[in-house]
């Protein structure tokens, strides 16, 4: 049994701690650390999983997943510096953060292995992009598949492509969401209700992600067969082309990449 501690339960850390626990494994087998005590008592009664403090999650559980901000770092590092030692793995889900600062802050030979997931982990569905630092070996990084493959899909990237990973799945999600938002919003402006809107756009949504996924078919050619000459989808495809969408979405991207580099930068040593 290998016991996991994730050090900050927030968002992404509770989807990790929620999903591990859907895929099969045992209360008994997670941890957390938390900052407040109100919060903590909120995940032990809804999950069932014991919060600790940063000495005994190091004690205790042989793989420790980093989940805070970037920008609250550096006390945890603190925290671990002086308990971590090589029968833990380290693994990192932070934004930005090479595994370079781990293995400078933290006492050497200690595998770190980053990894960039998104929040549908909490249905299973993760996207988790993960890399080696320095020390962490071929089993350690079987060790963070065989984790995250029961929370979605995982692949390995060289470390230096984590920043677009984080653009491009990591924030992912919140660009679909925000897609399906709007659209919504379309449905209203023509004056379809709420609820109706929302059923045809999710729906909408949930048909196209599940024909990507499972016909392997280009989106391309996907999109065509949705788009009859002289009819209606063309006309609004004109529209999105007139304001640019194609051209926003490769710059939103390229500046979620930019912040991520740049909250790496703010922790060279
Ligand atoms: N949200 C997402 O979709 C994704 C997030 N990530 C990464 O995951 C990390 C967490 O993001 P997210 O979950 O959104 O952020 P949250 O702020 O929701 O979660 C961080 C949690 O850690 C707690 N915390 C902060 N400092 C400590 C500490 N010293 N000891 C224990 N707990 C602490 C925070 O408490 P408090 O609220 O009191 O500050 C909070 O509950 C980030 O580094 C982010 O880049 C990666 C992929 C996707
Ligand atoms: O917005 C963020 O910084 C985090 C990292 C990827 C998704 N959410």
Redesign the pocket.
Known sequence: MTTIAV???????EALLSGLLSGGRSPDELLF????EG?AAELTKQYGVRAVDVPTAAVEAEVLVV????Q?ID??LAELAPVVSDRNLVVS???GLPTSLYERKLPDSIPVVRV????PMLVGQAMSVISAGKHAKQQHLELVEELLSTVGEVIRVPEAQQDAVTALS?SGPAYFFYLVEAMIDAGILLGIPRNVAEKLIIQSAVGAATMLAETGTHPVILREAVTSPAGTTIMAIRELERHGVRAALLAAIEAARDRSQELGKAHEG
């Open positions: 050090l900050g339960a927030g968002k992404i850390g650390t938390e900052r407040y919060r989940a805070v901000k970037p609250d006390p945890v889900l932070c934004a960039m997931p998104n929040t990591g």
